[in-house]
């Protein structure tokens, strides 16, 4: 019998609620709240261990929790894992995405989870494991692990691809070519949803094209001599130790390194970890990316009023619009504060 | 502009004495036929060789496909500017061998744009050219100057292919056909109003002509893509050897000779004319590299639809990556002036499906019907028979081959399996319209 681990947080584990949502991962054997429903409804694995993390400590102390959790998964053997369902609830949803995603990075394993729609989790995660749909509360505990643990039964008996629509997964973004059962041909798909677009008759496009978020053009800074700027870049350029710890791709984190008193960043104290370009010129100079050098000269020729004290720094490759958009509402604040003007955002 | 195919059904192809084609079964003497391909002097090797659907055989480097025609009681070349003088393609008759093709392929030598057939088994499903009766002119050159250069011209076993799809089309000549297809599209501003009533709709294409250098890209009419303005071509000069495909494109967007001669959009836009839409005809455009070029061009092709009174269009890309910008520019383009467009393209999602699909997006692009995903990675099982030359795949910068991969090894094994993405199987994602593939969500 293959064996299963399912991540549920302290609330569903029955150790409390808001109050106790601190509660340090912890592990035990066997299977308990939720994984009643998994149980009652996987049939090729066995739900081994259960998993226990208080949501705010997997929400304030992530790093930490990956590691414990990580620590107890290095001891057992297991070949899937479920999280939550997290229904509607947003900091469990966050979690079970944020789980699942270091398992399957970590372990390889194929990870299931499920939250409503309307969780910030879906945007957030639907990308790195298969999230089903579920309902609002626990009142739709039954269906929700059923789905999960349908899902979940193929992949133990060795079926590797699953599509989307047909399974009713939150699409992943993954796309590969299938050859459609009814052999029907191109020009003829293409004739058929001509004719249906004309006619103003509803027709379903093979590409979907994602809604773009726009955001509008800022005004121009009308007086660059009195205003501060800061440099934002996604070029990763970090101290040489990367003390954030920042993905080389995909990144999901930022830091912000003064600048005070310095007049250029020198190779060999800071380097670029961006995965995404040949990093050889912005290691032997970082100011091609973080342009300190010219922006201090434009500072003492009065060219800007000031420069800012910290520059920010993450990796844009593979970085997904949605953890990109939650970074700047991270750093948004720290610029505010210091009453920055307009920021410079280098390209790579 | 009427055009008279006269279909003859092929069902076997074998070697004989006299070269010629009774109860479907196409004969051709080799050597005659061998001797014919040499008097070009730039054919330094040169063999014929047969692969049937369910042959247990692999073919690869493949260059080009043609479907065998040759023009009847007429001195017009089957493919004119290129097997001979210029003249009107699209109108009189034309015989047609159907349900075989011509295949240039190198003896030793690739190029990056070359693809691979698999005759039978998993490998089949991937090329529509699996499908049909493959006559393989296998040859080398004394192109010594693009000998070793990952993009070649191919210039004298693709013509070499031409020359032989027309010469044995003419062993018809005096022959009925099996079948006699009829190909008529009159005056644009002439149809009576029971036709011009219909949603009017144009057929786009845009093939490859990304290539600054002559030699690579895509002809009509002998004329290279590059230096080109779109202009307003009849369906029938497409289907009747006005285009003849060119040797650059990753392999599984190409368009062959063969894809235009039998394209199936146009086919279906014309069963479609006078019932359900008026089929205005086709706008012939390009795929440039620079994004003047493309502006230009984009601008030209919307001004024409726009000008023939295009309700809808339909519009094919040759190719992905750089083109997507031609592409979704001028889908772009056309939604703006309110023709209701929908788009034919494959994917490039990279090996993990994870990429943009295409380089380039815009909400406008409402309506895209996807062929197929150039990074899928396919492993497939040695085959008995090899025409032409399997190392090819790893040697010779196949776009979807290696030498090496540090995860999958080279994509050529010593056992004969193979490991290649699908962006090398030969005009396998067949945007012209024949593909069974759709990208899906998974």
Known sequence: MKKAVLYINQFFAGIGGEEKADHAPEIREGVMGPGLALKASLKNAEITHTIICGDNFMGSNTEEAIEIIGGFLEDIEFDIFFAGPAFQAGRYGVACGTICKYVEEKFGVSTITSMNDENPGVEMFKKDTYIFPGGKSAAAMRQDTKKMAALGDRILAGEKRFLAEEEGFFPRGIRHQVWREDGLIAADRAVDMLIKKMAGEEFVSELPIPKLDRVPIAPPVMDLSKATIAIVTSGGIVPIDNPDKIQSSSATRWGRYSIAGLDRLESGVYKTIHGGYDPTVADANPNVVVPLDVLRVYEKEGKIGKLHDYFYATVGTGTSEAEASKMAGEMIPFLKEAGVDAIIQVST | ?????????????????????????????????????????????????????????????????????????????????????????????????????????????????????????????????????????????????????????????????????????????????????????????????????????????????????????????????????????????????????????????????????????????????????????????????????????????????????????????????????????????????????????????????????????????????????????????????????????????????????????????????????????????????????????F
Not at chain 2, 22 to 49: P, Q, R, W, Y
Not at chain 2, 89 to 112: D, E, Q
Not at chain 2, 326 to 348: P, W
């Open chain 2, 1 to 441: 502009m009427r055009l008279e195919l006269g279909n003859f059904f092929v069902n076997k192809v074998t070697f004989g004495e006299v070269t010629g084609f009774s109860n479907g079964t196409l004969t051709i003497n080799k050597e005659e036929a061998i001797a014919f391909v040499k008097e070009d002097e730039h054919i330094t090797e040169c063999d014929i060789m047969i692969a049937n659907p369910g042959d247990e055989t692999r073919i690869v480097p493949v260059k080009e496909a043609i479907e065998p025609r040759a023009k009847v009681d007429s001195k017009a070349a089957a493919f004119p500017g290129v097997t001979g003088d210029l003249s009107q393609a699209g109108i009189g008759r034309t015989n047609a061998l159907k349900g075989c093709s011509v295949l240039a392929v190198g003896k030793h030598w690739g190029s990056f744009g070359d693809g691979l057939i698999d005759m039978s088994g998993e490998g089949a499903k991937y090329t529509l050219f699996s499908q049909l009766i493959n006559i393989c002119l296998v040859a080398d050159t004394d192109e010594e100057f693009e000998r070793h250069s990952q993009q070649k011209k191919n210039k004298a076993i693709r013509w070499a292919a031409h020359r032989l799809a027309e010469y044995l089309a003419k062993a018809v000549e005096n022959q009925d056909p099996d079948e006699m297809e009829v190909l008529e599209l009159g005056s644009i501003s002439k149809r009576g109003s029971q036709v011009e009533e219909l949603p009017s709709v144009v057929y786009i294409m845009q093939p490859q002509s990304q290539m600054e250098e002559k030699g690579y890209n895509d002809l009509l009419y002998g004329w290279d893509l590059n230096q080109f303005l779109p202009t307003l071509v009849h369906p029938n000069e497409v289907l009747d050897g006005a285009m003849i495909g060119g040797s650059y494109m990753c392999c599984s967007s190409k368009f062959s000779t063969y894809d235009f001669q039998n394209n199936p959009t146009i086919k279906r836009l014309y069963r479609e004319h006078g019932k359900t839409v008026n089929f205005l005809g086709v706008i012939m455009s390009n795929l440039n590299v620079s994004l003047e070029q493309k502006e230009r061009a984009i601008y030209f092709v919307a001004k024409l639809a726009s000008m023939i009174g295009a309700d809808g269009a339909i519009i094919a890309e040759e190719g992905y990556g750089n083109p997507d910008a031609d592409f979704i520019g001028c889908i772009s383009a056309l939604e703006d002036l309110g023709i209701k467009t929908v788009g034919m393209t494959n994917e490039c999602t990279g090996r993990d499906g994870r990429s943009q699909p295409l380089v380039t997006l815009d909400e406008k692009a409402d309506a895209i019907v996807s062929c197929g995903n150039v990074s899928d990675v396919v492993e497939l099982p040695a085959m008995k028979t090899v025409i032409g030359e399997l190392e090819a795949l790893s040697r010779d910068g196949m776009s979807g081959g290696w030498s090496s991969d540090e995860k999958l090894g080279p994509s050529v094994r010593p056992d004969g399996s193979i490991i290649m993405e699908n962006d090398s199987m030969f005009c396998g994602d067949q945007i012209c319209g024949s593909s069974p593939k759709q990208v899906r969500e």
